[in-house]
């Protein structure tokens, strides 16, 4: 899944370009989000206990992918 506009839940996270995208799977109780940059696996991310709900999920990890790729990127390199 990109985590472009078209995935981003109501709230003020920035957009990521375009060759950033997110995949999520269930271990145990947890949701894991790989965030991935032209298919090259970066950062994961998990969320814990928030609810079952997938596609809420799926949308809370999306925003907080966004705001992590915003600071990723903003660091001096």
């Known amino acids: 899944?990109?985590?472009?506009k078209s995935s981003a839940a109501k709230t003020d996270a920035p957009?990521?370009?375009p060759e950033w995208?997110?995949?999520?799977?269930l271990e145990g109780s947890?949701?894991?989000?790989?965030i991935k940059r032209a298919g090259k696996a970066v950062c994961r991310l998990s969320a814990f206990g928030s609810t079952s709900d997938e596609p809420a999920v799926r949308r809370e990890l999306a925003d907080k992918a966004r705001w992590w790729i915003q600071e990723y990127l903003s660091r001096n390199r």
Do not use: I
Not at 30 to 34: D, K, L, N, V
């Open 15 to 17: 957009l990521a370009p």
């Open 21 to 25: 995208t997110m995949d999520m799977q």
């Open 1 to 4: 899944m990109n985590v472009d």
């Open 30 to 34: 947890r949701f894991t989000a790989e």
